[in-house]
């Protein structure tokens, strides 16, 4: 409904009944609903505010009499404020951050507040010796400049939790402090950026997470080994920006790290392993650079990207992974860019229901699943990958949903043995980044807190990469894979440009159910197990300027309805191009060369026309005909098609070799890249130049075209 429909003052009195999540749901709508929802400062989120109780904290306002300066703003801070704290548990004197806490024999204890020994938080810092102890009597601590912590300190506060508040801005400039029973209000001069330094500690055995960082929070996080933690070992959010690198994180009972709620930061050169969830789990908008790190041996995904969650994440090493190397799914949109992901016991990159992302220049291989698994209604781009040695299909796109409840996937996926059949009867497992009962917090904070998320950085969103509105599969190698080297079994449309498909164990590639249209332009497909390209029935493909060269099968086999023109169809062992069923087809201007079999066979009621190709005769032994339709066949038309075969008793006429234009895939790209700098090119230092001789007469002049 459009916000202009009712007049403001109707809407208000209809949004008072709406409870915070809801709230949160409808300022996701659009600009207007958002202003909207930001227009009832003084009534909904004032009610809110002051009737919740238990995110109410007991501290403020400190002056009753004022109000806040946003009343939205205010329940914000007291509900992250009592979250924290009640995630630590009710011992006010226990720290979750910091179990060993060095203690001296002469260490003293110094007392601040009215009547004490100091009266200001500064005055006592500046005579505290390393370790000593400061009790805060019940009160409010403004300063009115930053106070530096130069040594090890303990600070605590006297009295029940929100008796002692801190207006105050700190820097850590000692390695290490205890902080306990106090809550800090931001002062007037500060931009809440806290700056932490923390340096070769072992956090270990907290309750919840082992690091916290929330509210713009910086500093570096290095050289630690963060482990056996209830919750993350590190957890960043709202805006935190650390830089964490060199680091230990494992054997956590939930993700190594967590980056949500508009968190960043720079994770580097960490080894983390051996977590119970996600290596790396990043969502609603989260944004880090993950860079450089060893991601291994995970009970869930290497890295997972989940509900509108972004990052960077390029050259590292992922690996030995339980679930998916990658996970990407509901919004997750990354930069995926140059990483090694192997030897994981499910596949390699999994882009489940409305993933998204650049999936560039990343080595893929001897992963126990697929290398890439993509889901239909998702738009990656995959640009440039090598797709080695997986067990299962190199590519697969499958129209499927995620399944509500995570399932076993069977153990045999059709294809795996070489055969490019069809792939509907393996239920596919929902693989997640964290387990069903682990995003359960987070999903209760990403409801209670929608209505932060800043509509602007929506445009920044892709800024990095082309717009699609078709995923797309350009320049990869698809090679030495354990069944068909691209599988697609889709609902949306698709586009296959300029990749080598060569040498896997099943057909080269296969469409079983394309209700949209796939493109298959400008590939090398070549040497695959069985046939080149297979195109069953009521599937629309466009097969254009590929080079399909010595398969063990057919060169083309297709039963669908779309085009197939321009290809060079040379060496397979089986026909060059078979089209069958009640296909509406167009076969123009191909070259096909069939090793053995018919250059091209119509079978059945097949409608269309085959005209202006070029057939050749492969091995002079065969006697096939290059050219076939099935008698009867009323409703396709063939003509202009030139046959070419051996005649041994010429040996004068000039060697024929594939040329005007040169041996496909064309140099001209989808892109308008240099053809050098796709991998389909490789597949073309196969054709080569023989001696051969034709018929007389028949076209005096025309190259040959053959395999070694």
Not at 586 to 602: D, E, H, T, Y
Not at 698 to 708: A, N, T
Request: contains cysteine.
């Amino acid at each position: 409904m459009e916000v202009g429909s009712l007049p403001v003052e109707l809407w208000r009195v209809i949004l008072a009944y709406l409870p915070l999540p809801d709230l949160g749901r409808c300022c996701q709508v659009c600009r207007a609903w958002r202003e909207l929802i930001l227009s009832l400062d003084n009534t909904r989120w004032r009610q809110l505010c002051l009737g919740c109780r238990e995110c109410r904290h007991p501290n403020w306002p400190s002056q009753p009499h004022l109000e806040p300066p946003s009343w939205r703003e205010a329940l914000k801070q007291h509900a992250l404020a009592t979250r924290t704290w009640t995630q630590n548990g009710p011992e006010l004197q226990s720290s979750a951050c910091l179990l060993f806490f060095r203690r001296r024999k002469d260490r003293r204890v110094w007392h601040v507040g009215s009547g004490c020994e100091f009266e200001t938080l500064r005055g006592a810092l500046g005579v505290v010796g390393p370790y000593d102890r400061v009790v805060l009597h019940p009160g409010v601590y403004e300063e009115q400049a930053e106070v530096a912590l130069k040594v090890p300190v303990e600070l605590v506060g006297l009295g029940q939790l929100g008796e002692v508040a801190l207006l105050v801005c700190m820097e850590q400039q000692c390695p290490t402090a205890r902080l306990c029973n106090l809550v800090f209000m931001p002062p007037w001069f500060s931009t809440v950026v806290y700056k932490i330094v923390m340096l070769r500690n072992e956090v270990c055995e907290c309750r919840a997470s082992g690091v916290f960082m929330r509210l713009s929070a910086q500093g570096l996080i290095a050289e630690n080994n963060i482990h056996s933690n209830g919750e993350a070992g590190l957890d960043i959010r709202k805006g935190a920006n650390p830089i964490i690198v060199c680091n230990k994180i494992h054997s956590g009972l939930r993700s190594g790290v967590v980056v949500l709620g508009n968190g960043k930061g720079s994770i580097r050169s960490n080894q983390i392993y051996n977590n119970k969830e996600a290596g790396v789990y990043i969502l609603f908008s989260g944004n880090p650079v993950v860079n450089g790190n060893h991601i291994f041996q995970g009970q869930a995904a290497g890295i997972a990207i989940n509900e509108n969650g972004r990052g960077m994440i390029t050259e590292n090493v992922i690996k030995e992974n339980q679930w998916g190397g990658v996970d990407i799914r509901r919004g997750g949109d990354p930069i995926l860019r140059n990483n090694y992901i192997c030897y994981g016991y499910s596949d390699g990159v999994v882009v489940g229901e409305r993933g998204r992302g650049l999936i560039e220049g990343n080595h893929v291989y001897c992963n126990k699943g697929c290398g890439v698994w993509v889901m239909s209604s998702s738009l990656p781009q995959l640009l440039g990958n090598y797709i080695t040695h997986n067990c299962m299909y190199g590519l697969a796109v499958f129209c499927r949903k995620d399944p509500e409840n995570i399932e076993t996937r069977e153990a045999n996926w059709p294809g795996q043995e070489g055969i490019g059949g069809d792939g509907g009867s393996g239920e596919r497992r929902g693989v997640e980044g964290e387990g069903r009962e682990g995003q359960e917090n987070l999903n209760e904070e990403g409801e209670l807190f929608a209505w932060e998320s800043d509509l602007d950085s929506e445009d920044e969103r892709h800024s990095a990469r082309r717009s699609i509105s078709v995923a797309l599969v350009e320049s990869n190698c698809m090679n030495y894979n354990g069944a068909v080297g691209l599988y697609v079994k889709s609902s949306e449309p698709l586009n296959v440009f300029a990749n080598l498909i060569n040498s896997n164990r099943g057909t080269g590639i296969a469409v079983l159910q394309s209700s949209q249209l796939t493109r298959l332009v400008t590939n090398c497909i070549l040497e695959n197990g069985r046939g080149g390209v297979t195109v069953e029935k009521d599937c629309r493909v466009e097969l254009r300027g590929n080079g399909i060269y010595k398969n063990s099968g057919h060169g083309v086999s297709f039963s669908g309805n779309g085009q197939i023109v321009e290809n060079d169809v040379v060496g397979n062992r089986g026909y060059g191009i078979q089209v069958s069923g009640g296909a509406d087809i167009k076969v123009l201007r191909n070259r096909v060369q069939p090793a053995q079999g018919c250059g091209i066979a119509v079978q059945g009621p097949v409608k269309g026309v085959v005209h202006d190709n070029l057939l050749f005769q492969g091995h002079p032994g065969n006697k096939k005909t290059l050219l076939h339709m099935d008698p009867g066949n009323e409703n396709c038309v063939l003509r202009n098609n030139s046959v070419l075969r051996h005649n041994n008793s010429c040996t004068s006429a000039p060697p024929w070799v594939l040329e005007n234009p040169p041996p496909r895939p064309l140099a001209s790209s989808p892109s308008g890249l240099s053809s050098s700098q796709y991998p389909s090119r490789l597949g073309i230092s196969m054709t080569t130049r023989i001696s051969a001789t034709v018929e007389n007469g028949c076209h005096s002049g025309s190259m040959f075209c053959s395999i070694l």
